[in-house]
């Protein structure tokens, strides 16, 4: 299932959620919208000898090594998509 949402509506979300904890902003408050999260980095585990430890099916295992912060333009014209499948869909 994919969701998608537009920049505006996305903004009126926040702005509800806002003045629902007593902040009051307006949707044409905000100028520059920038998203910012935090994204992992992947490294394969190693053996002491160097060479990748495998899962039982042949595959490398990995494992988060860090986290780098990554920051994106949320523009008037950006779409917020959000793909999910519900438990009992195969």
Not at 30 to 47: G, S, T, Y
Not at 50 to 67: A, C, T, V
């Amino acid at each position: 299932m994919q969701i998608t949402l537009w920049q505006s509506e996305v903004m009126e979300a926040i702005t509800a959620h806002l003045k629902k904890n007593k902040v009051e902003f307006k949707v044409d408050d905000f100028d520059d919208v920038w998203i910012e999260f935090q994204e992992p980095v992947w490294r394969e585990k190693k053996h002491k000898n160097g060479k990748p430890i495998l899962n039982k099916f042949g595959y490398p295992e990995r494992e988060i090594e860090k986290y780098e912060t990554v920051s994106h333009s949320f523009s008037e014209d950006a779409e917020f998509r959000i793909y999910t499948h519900f438990v009992d869909e195969d």
